[in-house]
């Protein structure tokens, strides 16, 4: 009887420091998710003004040069680009792509899309910079949240864990 619940307390704390360990994540997913688009952009402007490449193109490489979650959100876009026009496809796969970034960077990538294609040269660029200046605060922003929630989510879900523990002994 003592060894079940030895077993129970260890897969009871376990399992509370594991969602700890999960939710504290998020924070470090949505730096590197950041990161990640700034990175997308910065091609994206870049081919954009320098090469004369289609946008179906430029979304192929970059899906290829990034990885994670904002990688396979190109991917997607480029599979929505052969029934949709790139700002749809854009927003869509914005809209339906599971990543860590909050609403208020959903909707500045949301309406950057909507000139993908539509405007000329100097007008995608122009929105593509300013989404990255956005960005720019919004990875500080995200760097400060980091530093302050995932070290207090680990603790949290140990906590969360001896807390049950105690209750249940």
């Not at 720019?136 to 807390?163: C, F, P, W």
Request: aromatic share 8%.
């Amino acid at each position: 009887m003592f060894l079940i619940k030895c077993i129970i307390f260890i897969l009871i704390f376990s399992l509370s420091t594991y969602i700890g360990i999960l939710i504290s994540k998020q924070y470090s997913n949505r730096v590197s998710e950041l990161n990640e688009f700034k990175i997308a952009l910065n091609i994206l402007k870049t081919k954009i003004r320098y090469t004369n490449e289609p946008l179906y193109n430029i979304f192929k490489e970059i899906s290829i040069s990034l990885k994670g979650n904002v990688a396979n959100l190109f991917k997607n876009i480029c599979k929505n680009m052969q029934n949709n026009l790139a700002s749809t496809a854009w927003e869509n796969a914005i809209e339906s792509e599971p990543l860590s970034i909050k609403k208020d960077d959903r909707q500045a990538l949301k309406t950057m899309g909507k000139m993908l294609g539509r405007t000329d040269l100097d007008g995608q660029i122009g929105e593509i910079e300013l989404t990255e200046s956005f960005l720019e605060t919004q990875i500080v922003d995200a760097q400060n949240e980091k530093a302050k929630n995932e070290k207090l989510y680990k603790t949290l879900g140990m906590v969360t864990g001896v807390g049950i523990i105690i209750i249940l002994l």
